[in-house]
C-alpha cells in the first residue's frame, strides 16, 4: 500500500512511536472505517525496523481502539467511540447532544409480573405487575445498545395502551412521575450470542452493561438494564466534590436496655473521644 503522508514524531523518539505516527496521519488523510493498514512485513521493510517493533506501534493503536484485529484476516481501521455521558437522559437525547440521528426499534413489550430481581430494583411484590419493553437503539444507523426497562403498572397504567411511546421517561413525565434522580452501576462483559447477532458485532464480544434504578419524587419509576457495545461506546462520567448521601440510610436498631452500671471512680487527665461520619455522593 503505497502512502503520501509523512509521518510526525517527535525528534529523537522511539522506532515504533515513529511507525505509529505515520500509521496514525495514514488513518486520518487516507483510510477509512474498515480499510486495512499496511501490513507487519510491509511497515518492517518501509522503516527498516523489527518485527517487534511494528507490532508494538500496532499494539498500541488496537489498545486506543483506533484500530481493530481480524484473526486471519489483518488489521483494520475501527469505528469510532462515541462518548456518551452518563446523565438522567434519554439514549434519544444523548445522542442528539452529540450530533447523531437516533432510531429505536422495539424487540418485545408487555405486561408481566415483576419478580424477584425487578421487585427489589423498584421496591415493589414479585407478583405486583410491571411494563416491560426491550428495545434496539440505534444511532446514525449503526446498532449501539440493547435496553430492557420495566415500568410498575401502578404509576402508569395505560403506559401501553397505544403501543410502546417514543419515550418512556417522557410517558412518565406525562402521569406525573417526572424522574429526577438514578443510580447506575456498570460492569464491563462478554455479549452473549443472541447480543452479539442483534448489535451486529463480529470480531469482538466486549460490552457494557449498565443497569439503572430511576427515581421521581415519589420513589422508584423504572428499572432498566442496557447492553452497549463495547466496540463503539464510551462513557464518560462527571465527577464533582462529594456531598452528603442523598439515599436515606437505615437506622441503627436500637439497642436493649441494660442494668446501670456502677460509676467509675474519679479519673484525672481523660482523654475526649470523637465520632467521625463519612458521607459518599450518590451517582
Keep these: 500500500m503505497a502512502a503520501t503522508t509523512q509521518a510526525r514524531a517527535p525528534k529523537g523518539g522511539h522506532k515504533h512511536q515513529i511507525v505509529r505516527a505515520y500509521l496514525s496521519d495514514l488513518i486520518a488523510n487516507e483510510l477509512t472505517i474498515g480499510d486495512a493498514v499496511p501490513s507487519e512485513r510491509v511497515l518492517t521493510e518501509k522503516f ?25 484476516r ?22 442528539r447532544r452529540l450530533g ?31 411494563h416491560y419493553v426491550e428495545r434496539l437503539r440505534f444511532a446514525d444507523g449503526t446498532p449501539m445498545a440493547v435496553e430492557r426497562a420495566w415500568v410498575p403498572v401502578a404509576l402508569a397504567p395505560d ?40 448489535l451486529a458485532m463480529t470480531s469482538v464480544r466486549a460490552v457494557l452493561r449498565a443497569h439503572r434504578k430511576t427515581y421521581s419524587d ?3 419509576c423504572m428499572y432498566s438494564q442496557m447492553c452497549y ?41 481523660a482523654a475526649e473521644t470523637a465520632q467521625t461520619a463519612q458521607t459518599a455522593e450518590t451517582a
Aim: cysteine-free.
Design 218 to 220: 415519589d420513589g422508584a
Design 159 to 198: 403506559l401501553l395502551d397505544d403501543g410502546v411511546p417514543a419515550s418512556l421517561y417522557g410517558a412518565l413525565r406525562e402521569r406525573g412521575h417526572s424522574p429526577t434522580w438514578g443510580e447506575d452501576t456498570i460492569m464491563a462483559a462478554e455479549a452473549s450470542a443472541a447480543e452479539q447477532a442483534i
Design 229 to 269: 457495545r463495547g466496540d463503539r461506546y464510551s462513557v464518560v462520567v462527571p465527577l464533582r466534590e462529594a456531598r452528603p448521601t442523598i439515599v436515606p440510610r437505615l437506622a441503627p436498631a436500637p439497642e436493649l436496655e441494660a442494668e446501670p452500671a456502677p460509676a467509675p471512680a474519679p479519673r484525672t487527665g
Design 48 to 72: 527498516g525496523v523489527s518485527r517487534m517493533t511494528v507490532r508494538q506501534a500496532l499494539d498500541s493503536l488496537v489498545a486506543d481502539g483506533v484500530l481493530q484485529r481480524e484473526q486471519g
Design 100 to 130: 447523531l440521528v437516533p432510531s429505536t426499534q422495539v424487540i418485545d413489550s408487555g405486561t408481566l409480573p415483576a419478580g424477584r430481581v425487578v421487585a427489589e430494583a423498584l421496591g415493589v411484590a414479585p407478583e405486583d405487575r410491571v
Design 74 to 95: 489483518g488489521t483494520f481501521v475501527a469505528p469510532q467511540h462515541t462518548d456518551f455521558e452518563m446523565r438522567l437522559t434519554t439514549f434519544g437525547e444523548e445522542a
